[in-house]
């Protein structure tokens, strides 16, 4: 098979590259071999535009189509050299997944201090057919690892109770934007010192100009003075009737209290009152997996493999 690879040039291709994501999903099983388009929109309107992972989008991603110009694979790095590769099912084969790597290699790697090249690529651990690929390419298996939820909701959802001295409603306007802000910073953030916060909360309205970003399935639980305590923010995609928690938290003075699994329960009950049918939710930390492992039935594990040269 021939195929052509480039790099995204312009809008027409990154919205190409995003109905691609689309339909290949439901190809897979609507299991995250592919990413789901979700986690394109937080790749482009969070990552790279408030985290800054790379210059642009056409930095970022890259695309191989065939003969008759249909997209077959695209491939991007997630910050630094992690890379993630998108391959359409019908279209697989050992030449074109050698080939992205090889773009990959050459395009997307780091460079360690001492001046030695690398880039690396999460793989479930099942599938013993890419793992066997990188490691003919020289990619190792490192410690780490990931875990990836999901739930069908197509059964009962258990009540989550709600703390004395909070409520749970979707994030409001503007001005909720710096508690919002503030929130995250003491989820994520909690052993830093207070003063590294630098108070800048713009970030907030590029996750919210994400197309799939929807109010009501942007959930908060407050305090009664308005304080954010917890949050849960899908993104929902109707075509494929499924959902990313692309961001989960509680900020640490409200931890142990049940406030992540209720802004979740409360996700999970609107995501199915508008036809979603399956939710995903990531972990990469130990505090994380234990809440997901509480909320999602299934799960799907990811070694981290890496490839160093000179």
Partial sequence: MKFTQHPITGEDDFWRARNFLREVFPLN????????VARLDY???????????????EAGM????????????????????ELRLHVHPQFYSADLEHEMLTYAEEKYFATT?????????????????RQELVQSRGYKKQPGWGHHYRRDLDSPISDAPIPDGYVIHSMGGTDEHPTRSW???????????????DGDYSWYANLQSAPLY?????????????????FCTCYYDDYTRSAVTVLVGVAAEHWRRGLGKAVMTE????????????????????????????????????????????
């Fill in 113 to 129: 201090e001492d001046g030695r090249h690398y880039i690396y690529l999460p793989i479930f651990e099942d599938d013993i057919r």
């Fill in 214 to 230: 929807r109010r009501d399935l942007d959930i908060v639980a407050a305090t009664d003075a308005g304080e954010i305590a917890a």
């Fill in 62 to 81: 890259a695309l191989c189509e065939n003969a008759d110009g249909k997209i077959i694979a695209a491939l991007n790095h997630l910050g630094g050299s």
């Fill in 183 to 197: 929130a995250s910073w003491r989820a994520f953030h909690n052993e830093e010192p207070d003063e590294n916060y």
């Fill in 43 to 57: 790749w482009r309107w969070h990552y790279i535009l408030t985290c800054n992972i790379c210059k642009s989008v």
């Fill in 29 to 36: 099983d609507r299991l995250e071999h592919s990413w789901h």
């Fill in 267 to 310: 996700a999970f009950r609107r995501l199915r009152s508008l036809g979603c049918t399956r939710v995903f939710s990531t972990a990469h930390e130990v505090s994380a997996d234990a809440l997901y492992r509480s909320m999602l039935k299934e799960m799907k594990v990811t070694d981290t493999w890496l490839k160093e040269w000179s």
